[in-house]
């Protein structure tokens, strides 16, 4: 019996939402937010509302009832730290993120709060699926350094427990006896040690790794502190230096891979430079996380909006091809993920968990 699922995955400058038959999307639409529109709201939280009558609007425009929905899936933000899993959206969760008790204030969080207020109209349930806050790390992967600066389990964990999966189904084996490293490539860089179905490793996107289209990455350490020491910029303004406005913007003013590769072509030897320069980042990351698993990979997978591609598969391949071998499932997967845990749910495959 086929099951009806509504997705809603909240991002910085749009909405996307999609109605889902098992696992073929029927409906899907990606509402974009103008930035002179969001920066009307104090904060991400107050968007809640604007952005959940912009969902109904989609809702009367393609003529979708909620009645007729089995259920909703949501995508979940940073969390407090938890198991991997399918969990229900409920009043805990809700009262949380209202309340900021979050690891970071993102978009993501509202998707909880608008599944919430949807599912009330529906009377279906509503699930988030590995939210950001994922964390199955060994314990001295927590080590920093610094006892008051520990490493922290937050990453594409939505996309990358997906693709982790399918590859398991598409080899015939169980997810939990294999050992995977998951290069997941967006506008920020998570690289990933699984061993046996757990995420034992990864590199925090905003924290460090390798430079990607708009972070910067693992920083040379003293050299950070005497900038924020400066006096050039405030707290805001590194902040927004390290996560938004660093690697390929602030070398070549730009976060698109197309451009910057076409730039290449156009004979950029600069541009070349610097993609040669995060490609052998991200390579390096990749290794570091084969040392995590004692050499034992099963398989690496290139995955996100960067790993469509087909130079940067190539140029990566050379320097990661003697670790394992490669798979890609390009683009974010995230729309595709979300209805997927929770059909299994719905199937009564898998078990959905309380926050």
Known sequence: MSVKIFVINPGGGSTKVALFEDEKPL??????????ELKKFPDTISQREFRYHEILRFLEEEGISLKEIDAIASRGG???SLESGVYYVDETVVNDVLNGRVQADHPSNLGVLIA?????ISGCPAFFVDPVSVDEFDDVARLSGLKELPRKSLFHALNTKYVSRKLAEEVGKPYESMNLIVAHLGTGISISATRKGRVIDVNNANDGGPFSPQRTGTLPTTGLIELCYSGKYDKKEMLNKVVRFGGLI???GTDNLEEVISRIEQGDQYADLVYRGMVYQIAKEIGSMACA????????ILTGGMSKSLKLQKDLSE???W????KVYPGENEMEALAYGVMKVLRGEITPKKY
């Open 27 to 36: 409906k899907y639409r990606e509402i974009r937010h103008p930035v002179e």
């Open 78 to 80: 940073p969390f407090k």
């Open 116 to 120: 919430y207020e949807l599912a009330k």
């Open 250 to 252: 602030d070398y070549l």
């Open 293 to 300: 698993l004692k050499g034992e990979v099963d398989y690496i």
């Open 319 to 321: 320097y990661i091809s």
């Open 323 to 326: 670790i394992a071998p490669i």
